[in-house]
T-cell receptor, first 111, second 116 residues
C-alpha cells in the first residue's frame, strides 16, 4: 500500500458546485497533514493545514479522520480559478521536516 | 523578497552530460530540499539540507549530488545524465520552528529537464 493515495481524477464540476477529495495514508503514526495546490506547470503552494478538529478557510474545509486514516478537502461554490491539482501531503515520521506527497487530484471547474 | 529562485527554467541534455541546477532563497530559511516530479507521480525527495554544510539523502538520491556552502544556495548536480532523469525539478525551503514537526515549504518555479 502506498504511503499516501489520492484519486488522480480529473474531477470535472460546474461552477458553483461543491466537490470533495479524499486522501488516504498508510502510517497510523502520521502526525501532520496538509493540502497543497499546484496550478498547471507551476510550483506547489500551501493551501491549508489539516487539524484534528477540522478547519475551514473561506470556501475550503479540511478534515482528518484518524480512525479511517484519511483526510478530506471540501470546496464549496467552486470557481473557475479553483481549477488546479490538489496535493495531499503527510508527515509520516514527524520531525526533520520530511513529508510524503500524494500524486494529486486534478480539479477542472467548468463554466 | 524573491523567495526561492531556480535556474535554468528549461534544459535539454544529451545522455552522459553533466549539469548543475541552481537554487537560491532569500528568506534565511535553514532547511532546503530538492524534489523531482514525474507525470502521475508525487514529488519525490532527492536531497535535503538542514543548514549550511549539512546535507542528507532523500528517497531518490542516485545520480545526483548536492552541496550547501551557504544558507542561501543549494545547487543540485547531475553527473552522467540518463533519460530516467527527465523530470521537473523543484527546489524548496522552510524555516523550522521549535515544537513543530513541519513548517510550510516554499517552492521555486521549477526546472524542466529533458535528457535525450
Amino acid at each position: 500500500r502506498k504511503e499516501v493515495e489520492q484519486d488522480p481524477g480529473p474531477f470535472n464540476v460546474p461552477e458553483g458546485a461543491t466537490v470533495a477529495f479524499n486522501c488516504t495514508y498508510s502510517n497510523s503514526a502520521s502526525q501532520s497533514f496538509f493540502w497543497y495546490r499546484q496550478d498547471c506547470r507551476k510550483e506547489p503552494k500551501l493551501l491549508m493545514s489539516v487539524y484534528s478538529s477540522g478547519n475551514e478557510d473561506g470556501r475550503f474545509t479540511a478534515q482528518l479522520n484518524r480512525a479511517s486514516q484519511y483526510i478530506s478537502l471540501l470546496i464549496r461554490d467552486s470557481k473557475l480559478s479553483d481549477s488546479a491539482t490538489y496535493l495531499c501531503v503527510v508527515n509520516p515520521r514527524g520531525g526533520y521536516q520530511k513529508v510524503t506527497f500524494g500524486i494529486g487530484t486534478k480539479l477542472q471547474v467548468i463554466p | 523578497n524573491a523567495g526561492v529562485t531556480q535556474t535554468p527554467k528549461f534544459r535539454i541534455l544529451k545522455i552522459g552530460q553533466s549539469m548543475t541546477l541552481q537554487c537560491t532563497q532569500d528568506m534565511n530559511h535553514n532547511y532546503m530540499y530538492w524534489y523531482r516530479q514525474d507525470p502521475g507521480m508525487g514529488l519525490k525527495l532527492i536531497y535535503y539540507s538542514v543548514g549550511a554544510g549539512i546535507t542528507d539523502k532523500g528517497e531518490v538520491p542516485n545520480g545526483y549530488n548536492v552541496s550547501r556552502s551557504t544558507t542561501e544556495d543549494f545547487p543540485l548536480r547531475l553527473e552522467l545524465a540518463a533519460p530516467s532523469q527527465t523530470s521537473v525539478y523543484f527546489c524548496a525551503s522552510s524555516f523550522p520552528t521549535s515544537g513543530s514537526s513541519y513548517n510550510e515549504q516554499f517552492f521555486g518555479p521549477g526546472t524542466r529537464l529533458t535528457v535525450l
